[in-house]
């Protein structure tokens, strides 16, 4: 399995700022994914974080809201820009390694926008 | 049209007893992966179990095991003797692989909410 360290666990925040949120993980993994879960729904996937290149972004996720970084196969991070209350959610990191086909899942970061 | 159904927002189960939780796919890949996460109130993602399409006998991993029935697109979680520990909600999900044969990323399905009686 991969350990999967995300940080913060949870913030609350002013609307019109940003958070940046880490994923450090114990091991290099191949691929690293950034999910949305808004309150009593499932996940939605924002993008796929690519190591030295910009991530792949899902429908309906831009670059300039939620700018993605992984400088090498251990680190990614998430940041939410310019927040709204909409933008509450939970945020999950997610990685898949060669070892196995499960992917694995950090904490997750329960933000809440005021 | 939804890749990954499940049904039962909600599900109630007495101590010791086993519950079927139901999920049904939607696939034109010859090669994808079944998985079941736990979620707990904490927030974190909790793997279970994985079935692979190519597998041919049902996935056991402990009290969880997966009844997969191909032809009917069907992927049931059973989890038996539940204990009160087994509350949480239960999402199911489905990768497939890309014509390349690289893994694609997960999609869930919308999660049972489960509540096991004391």
């Known amino acids: 399995s991969a350990v999967i360290s995300q940080k913060p666990s949870r913030d609350i925040c002013q609307r019109g700022t940003s958070l940046t949120i880490q994923c450090q993980v114990d091991?290099?993994?191949?691929?690293m994914f950034w999910y949305r879960q808004q309150p009593g729904q499932s996940l939605t996937l924002i993008a796929t974080?690519?190591?030295?290149?910009?991530?792949?972004?899902e429908s309906g996720f831009v670059i300039d809201k939620f700018p993605i970084s992984r400088p090498n196969l251990t680190f990614s991070t998430l940041t939410v820009s310019n927040m709204s209350p909409e933008d509450s959610s939970i945020y999950l990191c997610?990685?898949?390694?060669?070892?196995?086909?499960?992917?694995?899942f950090g904490q997750g970061t329960r933000l809440t926008v005021v | 049209a939804q890749k990954i159904t499940q049904t039962q927002p909600g599900m109630f189960v007495q101590e010791k007893e086993a519950v079927t939780l139901d999920c049904t796919y939607d696939?034109?890949?010859?090669?994808?992966?079944l998985f079941w996460y736990k979620q707990p109130s904490s927030g974190e993602m909790i793997f279970l179990i994985y079935q692979g399409s190519y597998d041919q006998q049902n996935a056991t991993e402990g009290r969880y095991s997966l009844n997969f029935q191909k032809a009917r697109k069907s992927a049931n979680l059973v989890i038996s003797a539940s204990q009160l520990g087994d509350s949480a909600m239960y999402f199911c999900a489905m990768r497939e692989v890309s014509a390349r044969g690289s893994a694609r990323q997960l999609t869930f399905g919308s999660g049972t909410q489960l509540t096991v009686l004391p």
């Open positions: 997610s990685v898949v390694n060669k070892k196995g086909p499960e992917a694995f």
């Open positions: 974080a690519n190591q030295g290149s910009e991530a792949t972004y």
């Open positions: 696939t034109s890949d010859p090669s994808y992966g």
């Open positions: 091991s290099q993994v191949t691929m």
